[in-house]
């Protein structure tokens, strides 16, 4: 799942290209991608792109006072191409679930890989109108420490991976970024969020910090179809279950959930001791 860095360098991608041009075409080809009727998305056709912005995992392209909104969600991409097709695409035929020409005949697809549909594409005047962006919390780049800490507090003895990936707490941040922050932070995920001693806040707001920061850094210019590959290779933890940990070497360990895995080093974030299972195991520290 694109997470903040990724999306922030989509946005940016966006905004060098598309900024200034105008929306040709702009075609749904999977009816369940568009959650808005009202406007149209043929509403866009013709109008002028002013900038495009990012909120929190959400892409935000706005054209004279209407905004194309994307959420990628876990298996979406944009594929651009600086001659993009003008052919029609067959509706629920292949992975295209949105196909934008703009008038310099560039332009892109959202595409949706697997068969749980959750991209989704929003065409509204204002983005609080979508839900998603409406519940976002704030921005971990706008945090200062004492909010941080005071959304710490507020969470009480929620475990912190799940505070981490909680959107209406701290927009961005998803499943790969908070193990990554956790590993740097030398932090279990199994922590209770307001038991952090100030030392602590102040290792795990800098490990925030510094991770997203660095990872929007590597991704910053590199081309769309390059940006996967970036973060996987910039990943210290998450996804390497059974790889060495590149602080001590001990093994990359992994707790599964129904729909999602964690991955973990017990010898830098658990004082040695595997986290067996989420529901089972007693570590709180």
Known sequence: MPELPEVESLAGFLRERAVERAFVRADITAISALKTYDPPISSLVGLLIDDVQRH????????????????????????????????????GKGPIACRVVLDDGSGFD???????????????RDPAEVPGIAKLGPDPFTLTIEEFGDILKAAGRVQMKGVLRNQSVIAGIGNAYSDEILHVAKMSPFKPASNLSADELQQLFDAMQDTLRDAVARSAGLAVQDLKSEKKSGMRVHGRTG???PVCGDIVREVSF????????????????????RRLSKLLK
């Open 243 to 245: 790889q060495k940990c």
């Open 56 to 91: 929190g995992k959400f892409i935000d392209i706005s054209a004279q006072g209407i905004h194309l909104i994307i959420h990628l969600a876990r298996a979406g991409w944009l594929r651009w191409r600086e001659e993009q097709s003008t052919g029609l695409v067959r509706p």
């Open 258 to 277: 129904a729909d999602s895995s964690l991955q973990y080093c017990a010898t830098c974030q658990t004082g040695g001791k595997p986290l067996a299972d």
């Open 110 to 124: 959202l595409t949706e890989a697997g068969t749980q549909k959750k991209l989704a594409v929003y065409v509204v």
